[in-house]
């Protein structure tokens, strides 16, 4: 598997709820720890098994190297993470509430400089791998040419629009899985998304653009799935969330028991330090 995408610090502030527009909270709390969307699929699908490169960029300095060595920890292939100078690496702002809701503002510094030519030196992993990861924390030309890339040698292509974005009309029809949350699918079709029958109305939507299988997730309301093989609503299980940070980028990168090792990271705190193996998913069955 190789993953085209983002690696940022988490600077992590936790409060009793979220602040209402122009208003300071005091917190109870702070922490740092690596993220990014790209990075925490990438340690997601490598705790869950898979053998996984990174495509993606760093600066060069003390954040970068933290980012770059938590990658190689996983046993992450980070020969084309790069290294670039005087450009900081990504941070995101997030704050955490009591109940688990998460903001995020994400300042995308080396992020911002993945280029297609960077891409294009690594277009042999993507020509290997079984599947391609893509988000929208990197340039869209990168996600573009990383994904024309794979389509090109017959590599599975797994898009998650985060940050939601509008995307060009004839990128659906290379995006074997489609994974969105509530809003995401909003901004790409205009359906306001609160329950499993609106986001029938968006995943068929996205369908007719295109796209092969589309994915919903609706938080504690499940996911609804849409492919060729046919549509369903799967409940999600019953768990006490503490932080959904990295919740959807464990989910992106686990298909097969997608569910379960998102509900297990959704109990614990933090971006990376919240993504389970696969021996804790296999031990810990949760109850929908």
């Given at each position: 598997m190789v993953v085209a995408g983002s690696t940022n610090m988490d600077l992590v502030v936790r409060a009793a709820r979220l602040p209402a527009s122009g208003e300071t909270l005091i917190g109870d709390g702070f922490e740092t720890c690596p993220g990014g969307k790209g990075a925490n699929q990438a340690i997601a699908a490598a705790r869950l098994g898979a053998s996984v490169a990174m495509i993606g960029c760093v600066g060069d300095d003390a954040v970068g190297t933290t980012l770059s060595d938590s990658l190689a920890?996983?046993?992450?292939?980070?020969?084309?993470?790069?290294?670039?100078?005087?450009?900081?690496?990504?941070?995101?702002?997030?704050?955490?509430?009591?109940?688990?809701?998460?903001?995020?503002?994400?300042?995308?510094?080396?992020?911002?400089?993945?280029?297609?030519e960077l891409i294009d030196a690594a277009a042999h992993l993507i020509a290997d791998a079984g599947m391609l990861i893509c988000q929208l924390e990197i340039p869209l030309d990168a996600v573009r040419r990383a994904i024309d890339t794979a389509v090109r040698h017959g590599t599975t292509v797994l898009l998650n629009p985060a940050p939601a974005q509008p995307l060009p009309g004839d990128l659906y029809a290379q995006i074997d899985f489609l994974i969105v949350n509530e809003t995401e699918a909003h901004v790409l079709t205009g359906i306001a998304v609160s329950d499993a029958a609106t986001a029938c109305r968006a995943a068929d939507?996205?369908?007719?653009?295109?796209?092969?299988?589309?994915?919903?997730?609706?938080?504690?309301?499940?996911v609804w799935y849409a492919g060729t093989d046919g549509e369903a609503h799967m409940v999600a299980p019953r768990v006490d969330a503490v932080d959904?940070?990295?919740?959807?980028?464990?989910?992106?990168?686990?298909?097969?028991?997608?569910?379960?090792?998102?509900?297990?990271?959704?109990?614990r705190r933090s971006a990376q330090t919240s993504i389970p193996t696969r021996a804790e998913v296999d031990a810990q069955p949760l109850a929908v």
């Amino acid at each position: 598997m190789v993953v085209a995408g983002s690696t940022n610090m988490d600077l992590v502030v936790r409060a009793a709820r979220l602040p209402a527009s122009g208003e300071t909270l005091i917190g109870d709390g702070f922490e740092t720890c690596p993220g990014g969307k790209g990075a925490n699929q990438a340690i997601a699908a490598a705790r869950l098994g898979a053998s996984v490169a990174m495509i993606g960029c760093v600066g060069d300095d003390a954040v970068g190297t933290t980012l770059s060595d938590s990658l190689a920890n996983d046993r992450i292939d980070i020969a084309h993470v790069h290294r670039l100078p005087a450009i900081p690496s990504g941070i995101a702002m997030i704050t955490v509430a009591a109940d688990g809701a998460n903001t995020i503002v994400v300042a995308p510094g080396a992020n911002g400089q993945l280029t297609p030519e960077l891409i294009d030196a690594a277009a042999h992993l993507i020509a290997d791998a079984g599947m391609l990861i893509c988000q929208l924390e990197i340039p869209l030309d990168a996600v573009r040419r990383a994904i024309d890339t794979a389509v090109r040698h017959g590599t599975t292509v797994l898009l998650n629009p985060a940050p939601a974005q509008p995307l060009p009309g004839d990128l659906y029809a290379q995006i074997d899985f489609l994974i969105v949350n509530e809003t995401e699918a909003h901004v790409l079709t205009g359906i306001a998304v609160s329950d499993a029958a609106t986001a029938c109305r968006a995943a068929d939507a996205l369908r007719t653009e295109g796209a092969r299988t589309v994915i919903v997730t609706l938080g504690a309301g499940g996911v609804w799935y849409a492919g060729t093989d046919g549509e369903a609503h799967m409940v999600a299980p019953r768990v006490d969330a503490v932080d959904t940070t990295a919740a959807g980028d464990t989910f992106a990168s686990t298909i097969a028991f997608a569910q379960q090792a998102a509900a297990l990271s959704v109990m614990r705190r933090s971006a990376q330090t919240s993504i389970p193996t696969r021996a804790e998913v296999d031990a810990q069955p949760l109850a929908v």
